[in-house]
């Protein structure tokens, strides 16, 4: 067990999200959480990425509670949150050395990963300048170059056409089938060829 969650609970503008919430992250799976707009998928996320504190409950990154791992859990953490996350002024490929410094990430043949990414020729253009979807996919180009074994991806496919989601689907299958662990939130199903999505369901509570 990679990432586990012991009887968690989140309160937001006095309202509790979940309560007494457990939940476990294997190596090679794909769990999604699931849930109406407001249930809380995205406080949870925040929360299991170490970002935000629970009102109450412990995580424990292989089998050790963070504040023994915290380290450890963030050298083996990829959180790729709800916005896309790119420097505005910055382009494509500037985005890319930016986190490599930042995040130690892989070396890698940026053009030609830029290229798989369905961003030929779009490079050297400041990401303010690249549509929603474009910019998506200068995000998510960091799951080609992180080596760690848990992602969290907060709403992954938003704004992606056919083709991206095809890419990542198949980046996801990859990480997977080599021990890695993904979890997820999507308001559509995932489907991630030749591995079960386990769906984890955030009940909405007034
Ligand atoms: N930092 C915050 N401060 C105060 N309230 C917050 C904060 N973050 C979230 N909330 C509130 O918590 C509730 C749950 O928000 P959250 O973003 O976790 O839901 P979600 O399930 O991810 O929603 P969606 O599907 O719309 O993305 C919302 O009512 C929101 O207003």
Known sequence: MLLSARQLSCVRQD???FEQLDLQLHAGEVLQI???NGAGKSSLLRILSGLSE???GEICYQQRPLAQSADDYADNLCFIGHLAGVQPQLTALENLVFWRAC??????DDWA???TLGLAGLEDIPCQQLSAGQQRRVSLARLWLTS?????LDEPFTALDQSAIAALTARIAAHCSQGGAVLLTSHQPVQIPGHTVREFLLEYRW
């Open 103 to 108: 995040f130690a990430l892989k070396n890698a």
């Open 148 to 152: 760690a074994q848990i992602w969290i």
């Open 15 to 17: 309202r509790v999200l």
């Open 113 to 115: 990963l830029l290229a």
């Open 54 to 56: 629970p009102e109450d």
């Open 34 to 36: 699931a849930g109406k």
